[in-house]
């Protein structure tokens, strides 16, 4: 085999063989092809594509080139969620032990965040002692005490996906949904879930900004996870506005704890029952309605095991950015759009994101929201509050917020519909 070959066939906008795809993912993770190489290869992927055929093998080879966990050895059915990342996504932190507290397990692998979205990894550091790094014995005895684990994934976990995504994320090929697709399922399918349901964001906040995009993504995903013997469904979920009233690390962790004692956000709560059902009719499992156990406080329960398990103090105070600044309502009527994306950028120049993997966040920053699409406001009132450290991060945040909401008479009626559709096999 030779990579100038892989990569001709694909320019030329030919099917790649199973032996060329086994050999170029092999070869690559190996360092036998250069990384000038793969990003060709990337780049002819991007433009011309790969069927449903290919997607499977190269997705299968990014599997194969690092280890698959198995969870054989739990006597109850394991199932994830994954989303494809938004802002103020919490998500996982209320669902991983509501849906451990209805009857299944939940071995979620999780990463940090980059850019304007944040990562579940560094809203759970907020909390006083959490440990991320598990070896998978740990992993194991983790799931057994509380039922749901949430840590990062190891290096052996499909290394040639760490390899080619740093690659693509400096050559413009991230955006190609038969990259994308394999990516997030090789390591999904490399976790050893047996039913696993995907969040794929839809809107200006997340990283397909269209339903049909979003659509396409989603569709191969299913397929992939079908093919490879794991229960899947997507969900596409509105990402045009943020997700409840909490955009940064640990002001989403407090959100999120709302929520599991009953209380919190509309949408936050709706989303999370929805998923969590979604899991666990993937898994087979019909034990307690997701309801039900955010109102008993077996949820909380599970939730504290979890951060006990993993090193965390669950009653410990999160931490508080040291500065605030309220945004006030410039008139009076009803908030219409407000724009996901921009929100997200103000929080990470805030301090709550990172612009480069070895960057620390700042767990306080962030921004509360205090009204939402749709609230009548009064002018004058606070629309928001800013976080952070240092207060020379205030006016660049101010300024990506410039226009991010829009006060009418009317409710906009473009916004999505918190679900917007459900695919499956
Ligand atoms: N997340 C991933 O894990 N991979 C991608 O390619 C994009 C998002």
Excluded at 212 to 222: D, G, S, W
Excluded at 263 to 269: A, E, N, Q, R, T
Excluded at 360 to 387: C, K
Aim: aromatic residues 4%; negative net charge.
């Amino acid at each position: 085999m030779d990579a100038i070959d892989v990569i001709v066939t694909k320019r030329d906008g030919r099917e790649l063989s199973a032996e060329q795809i086994a050999w170029v993912v092999d070869a690559y993770t190996r360092g036998e092809v250069a990384d000038e190489q793969m990003s060709a290869l990337a780049m002819a992927i991007l433009l011309n594509g790969m069927d449903r055929r290919e997607i499977g093998r190269w997705t299968e080879a990014m599997i194969r080139s690092g280890a698959r966990m198995d969870w054989s050895a739990l006597d109850r059915p394991t199932t994830d969620k994954h989303s494809t990342g938004g802002v103020g996504d919490k998500i996982t932190l209320p669902l991983a032990p509501l849906v451990a507290a209805c009857g299944a397990y939940v071995p979620q692998l999780s990463g940090r965040g980059l850019g304007h979205t944040g990562g579940t990894l560094d809203k759970l550091e907020s909390i006083p002692g959490w440990r991320a790094s598990l070896s998978n014995d740990e992993m194991l005895a983790v799931l057994r005490e509380a039922g749901a684990v949430v840590c990062a994934a190891g290096d052996g976990l499909a290394p040639a996906d760490k390899k080619l995504y740093a690659l693509r994320d400096v050559t413009g090929t991230v955006e190609s949904i038969p990259l994308i697709a394999s990516s997030i399922m090789s390591k999904k399918i490399a976790e050893g879930t047996g039913a696993l349901v995907l969040d794929v964001k839809v809107g200006s906040g997340a990283f397909m900004k269209n339903v049909e995009a979003a659509r396409e993504l989603a569709r191969t995903m299913v397929d992939l996870g079908t093919d490879h013997g794991v229960t899947t469904v997507a969900l596409l979920t509105a990402m045009d506005r943020p997700l409840g009233r909490a955009v940064g690390n640990a002001l989403e962790v407090a959100e999120a704890v709302e929520v599991l004692a009953g209380g919190g956000p509309s949408d936050v709560v709706e989303l999370t029952v929805r998923l969590a059902r979604e899991m666990l009719a993937a898994a087979g499992v019909s034990g307690k309605d997701p309801e039900d156990a955010l109102k008993d406080g077996s949820a909380m329960d599970a939730w504290r095991r979890m951060i006990v398990a993993q090193g965390g103090d669950p009653d410990a105070a999160l931490p508080v950015a040291a500065e605030s600044v309220e945004v006030p309502a410039p008139a009076s009527g009803v908030l219409g759009k407000l724009d996901a994306y921009q929100v997200g950028l103000a929080a990470w120049r805030l301090g709550a994101g990172r612009a480069r993997k070895e960057d620390a966040v700042s767990f306080g920053a962030g921004i509360t929201l205090h009204a939402r699409p749709g609230d009548t406001v009064r002018e004058g009132q606070a629309l928001m509050t800013l976080h952070a450290d240092e207060p020379a991060r205030f006016a660049r945040a101010l300024e990506a917020l410039s226009g991010s909401y829009v006060i009418g008479e009317t409710p906009d009626p473009d916004l999505l519909p918190l679900v917007i559709d459900r695919i499956t096999a």
